[in-house]
C-alpha cells in the first residue's frame, strides 16, 4: 500500500551537516504523519522527528531539537531530514516511517540509511 526509500546518509565528521530525503510511494492524506527515527548499535529505536502531511506541524526529540529540521514537499511526496551540527552520538541508521492520522503507531517503514559521525 505504502512504500518508503530514504537517502542520504554517509560519513561526515562532527559539526557538519546531512540531509535525509524520504520518497512516499501510495496515497497520502492530510491527517497523516510521516517520522523519521534511529537506531544505533546496542540501542533502542529512537524517535528523531515527525511531520503531518496537512499542516506540516512538527514533532522533534529532544536530544536534535534545535539542530535537526524536518520538513516535506507535499506535490513530490517526500519528506526531508536536514541534520545539522552532527555529533558522534547522532550515528545510526535512520529509518522514514509512516503513520496514518487515526493509528497510535508508524506502520509503514523504510528500509533505513547509514548515519556516521566521526570524531
Known amino acids: 500500500q505504502v512504500q518508503l526509500a530514504e537517502s542520504g546518509g554517509g560519513l561526515v565528521q562532527a559539526g557538519g551537516s546531512l540531509r535525509l530525503s524520504c520518497a512516499v510511494s501510495?496515497?497520502?492524506?492530510?491527517?497523516?504523519?510521516m517520522g523519521w527515527f534511529r537506531r544505533a548499535p546496542g540501542k533502542e529505536r529512537e524517535s528523531v522527528a515527525s511531520?503531518?502531511?496537512?499542516?506540516?506541524?512538527?514533532y522533534y526529540g529532544d536530544s536534535v531539537k534545535g539542530r535537526f529540521t524536518i520538513s516535506r514537499d507535499n506535490a513530490k511526496n517526500t519528506v526531508y531530514l536536514q541534520m545539522n551540527n552532527l555529533r558522534p552520538d547522532d550515528t545510526a541508521v535512520y529509518y522514514c516511517?509512516?503513520?496514518?492520522?487515526?493509528?497510535?503507531?508508524?506502520?509503514?517503514w523504510g528500509q533505513g540509511t547509514q548515519v556516521t559521525v566521526s570524531s
Open positions: 516511517a509512516a503513520k496514518a492520522g487515526w493509528r497510535s503507531t508508524y506502520n509503514y
Open positions: 501510495g496515497r497520502t492524506f492530510s491527517s497523516d504523519s
Open positions: 511531520i503531518t502531511w496537512g499542516d506540516g506541524r512538527t
